[in-house]
């Protein structure tokens, strides 16, 4: 089983740049792919970025590529999403999310992840 607890959230300007981190615990976080998903309210959750087992790979929404960047430290148990020049549409509460049993192609299908954070705020002020 793995837990994930996302830090980091908060309010920002527009222009303005957040890093959220999401910790995880268990001796499996290595073997897992990793993905942060958000919702804004009235909205579904939607796929943010995602990263590979061994941090190699990475994958982006159109919609944050260029401005977001997901990292990994599998030492620390930590996956990391850096986002920059946020907009009043990245407000939402952003997720982390495990892929246990990731393939050669990185999910961007809720479906796929099987464990989930309990979510950060992120509100961007314009």
């Known amino acids: 089983q793995v837990q994930l607890v996302e830090s980091g959230g908060g309010l920002v300007q527009a222009g303005g740049s957040l890093r959220l981190s999401c910790a995880a615990s268990?001796?499996?976080?290595?073997?897992?792919?990793m993905g942060w998903f958000r919702q804004a309210p009235g909205k579904e959750r939607e796929f943010v970025a995602a990263?590979?087992?061994?941090?190699?790979?990475?994958y982006y929404a159109d919609s944050v590529k260029g401005r977001f960047t997901i990292s990994r430290d599998n030492a620390k148990n930590t996956v990391y999403l850096q986002m920059n020049s946020l907009q009043p549409e990245d407000t939402a509460v952003y997720y982390c999310?495990?892929?246990?049993?990731?393939?050669?192609?990185?999910?961007?299908?809720?479906?796929?992840?099987?464990?989930w954070g309990q979510g950060t705020q992120v509100t961007v002020s314009s």
């Open positions: 999310a495990a892929d246990l049993f990731p393939s050669t192609i990185i999910s961007t299908m809720r479906s796929q992840y099987d464990y």
């Open positions: 268990g001796r499996t976080f290595s073997n897992c792919a």
């Open positions: 990263i590979s087992r061994s941090g190699s790979g990475t």
